[in-house]
């Protein structure tokens, strides 16, 4: 093969990939806006010539990834990119997702990192990275923890309903697990409240003396909470400082848990 050839093949090859990535480029922004976009909307997102936005989209409509909607004057997903969704919704394993998340949460905190769900009213916990040192959260796998004194129970209530956290927490007492265990619930749910705001919540010994606990939601593409992270270790070892840090680090890695499962946070 000669040398001008084989640039002719290399330069062609290269401009397929380019025209891959910015129809895949359309097509996330498209799937980003509830209402579809026009051809210029597109365009100016994507940042390209609306002539090239218009062949790319055109040739998308005719696999179906697409459609155009004449009455709206907008381009909408179309049915094979539905497909290609649910192909991957009935493959996902939040545990698979998440794992590698724990493992980088233990290597940036030193301490336990969890996956949480809820269960009866109550958070399971479903997967572990343990700490590499001796004193180490108490909680294992398959563990369950009350909502209300803990950090993951907070942070999935916290997202929640009025209506939900009244169902899951029932109209009983709430229990006292340790003297710090919120059982006020004005208390509890301006705290939920704050904790919806943060993106994150804390345990402060309340379901385990002297274990603290910083936590964060992850959801599913509807936007609701389906589990969440927590990073969790003994007092003496997590001061104030350290639990800043372990709420930014946990409420990070639930963010990143989130897009890779396909979620959205709300």
């Keep these: 093969m000669s040398e001008t050839a084989s640039t002719n093949q290399l330069t062609e090859r290269t401009g397929q990939v380019r025209a ?3 129809g895949l480029t359309l097509l996330q922004h498209i799937a980003e806006s509830d209402a579809g976009l026009t051809l210029t909307d597109a365009a100016d997102r994507a940042d390209l010539p609306p002539s ?25 997903i179309g049915v094979a990119a539905f497909v290609t969704g ?9 545990m698979l997702v998440a794992k590698p998340f724990l493992t980088q949460l233990v290597e940036l905190t030193g301490e336990t990192a969890n996956v949480f769900v809820e269960s009866n009213g109550e958070v399971v916990c479903l997967d572990q990275v343990e700490s590499r040192h001796a004193t180490r959260s108490l909680t294992q796998i398959g563990g369950r923890l009350p909502m209300h004194a803990s950090g993951s129970g907070k942070s999935l209530l916290s997202h929640m ?10 109209s009983g007492d709430l229990v006292a697990m340790t003297p710090s265990t919120i059982t ?13 705001t943060d993106g994150f919540a804390s345990d402060h010994g309340e379901h385990s003396d002297g274990m603290r606990s910083a936590a964060s939601a992850v959801f599913c593409e ?45």
């Design 161 to 170: 309903s009025k209506d939900r956290r009244q169902q899951l927490l029932g």
């Design 20 to 22: 891959v990535v910015r």
């Design 184 to 196: 006020c619930r004005k208390d509890l749910n301006e705290i939920l409240d704050r904790a919806r």
């Design 52 to 76: 090239t936005t218009h062949r790319l989209l055109t040739t998308m409509e005719a696999e179906r990834f697409v459609r155009f909607d004449v009455a709206a004057g907008t381009w909408q």
């Design 222 to 266: 509807a936007g609701n909470p389906i589990a969440a992270l927590a990073v969790s270790g003994p007092e003496w070892r997590i001061d104030d400082a350290k639990m800043s840090e372990l709420c930014d680090h946990v409420k990070q890695a639930a963010r990143d848990v989130t897009v890779e499962f396909g979620g959205r946070a709300p």
């Design 86 to 94: 649910a192909a991957f919704l009935k493959t996902r394993s939040l």
